[in-house]
Structure formats: structure tokens, C-alpha cells
């Protein structure tokens, strides 16, 4: 009996592990715009990143948009476990799907480059997680860290 009881907890675990991987990721449900995104109140597992007054404010950068989303994509296509899910730089609308390493989660970050003002460009985030109600602070770190490491030039 405590061996039946093993072997379909293993295979229960293996399924879910299995449906994490393998899932699909419909672009019509992920790619997200972040300006008009809205963070769902019960879930902590969302971080927005735009100019809507609150923190941190996204950066400005020193470059066209179309440079800044070409650059940006060039940067975080280098990253592991990531991939480019729909839009493209040209668009200046990406959304990509980064997975954790041990389990492969998939997190989905939407990215919206914007042109300013004499030539100068700024950017637009909304990364969230697709299972659980709590990422512990991943995704907010994960673009905090890919920013502080970022330069377009």
C-alpha cells in the first residue's frame, strides 16, 4: 500500500512538472501591454515598471527607441532559459518568457520601448508569473538586475 501511495505521488509530481514545461504560452494571453496593464490585487507575483509615478520610475536612456529595443533584445536574448515569445524590436513591443532554473517556471515579461523627447528613449516592464500567487520577489528582481546591467551604447 505505501508503495502504490509512492508511486503516484512520483507520477503526480512528474505530471506537474511536465505540465510546467510543456504547457503552451498563447501570445494572445501573455503578451501584455505594460502601459495599460493592470497589476491583479491578489496576486504578488507581478512587478509594472512605467512612469506612473510610482517606484522605481523607469530610466531614460541616451538613444532612439528603436536602438534601445534593439539593444535591450540583444541583452536579454543572451540570458538563459529565455526566449522571445511574440513581437519584435521592430515593433517596439516584445514580450519574452523566462523560466527558473531548477523547475523551468515560466515568468512572462512584456517590454514596450518608448521614443522621447530629443532622440532620448525610455522603456516600459510588466514581468508576472503564470503559476502561484506569490514569485517571492523574482520578477522584480530579475528586472532590476537585468537594468542595472543594461547599456544600449
Known sequence: MLKMALIIIVLVL???LA???LAPSDPEIWHVDPLTAKKPWRKR???ILRDDG???SPPIYDVDAGTLAKAFDAFVMAK???ERLAGSPDDLFVTYVARTKLIGYPDYVSVRFLPLD?????LAIFSRSRFGNSDLGVNRKRIE???AEF???
Not at 530629443?118 to 525610455?122: C, E
Open 54 to 56: 510610482s517606484d522605481p
Open 80 to 82: 538563459d532559459r529565455l
Open 14 to 16: 512528474a505530471g506537474f
Open 145 to 147: 538586475g537585468w537594468l
Open 151 to 153: 547599456d544600449p551604447d
Open 45 to 47: 507575483n507581478v512587478f
Open 19 to 21: 505540465f510546467v514545461r
Open 118 to 122: 530629443d532622440g532620448h528613449a525610455s
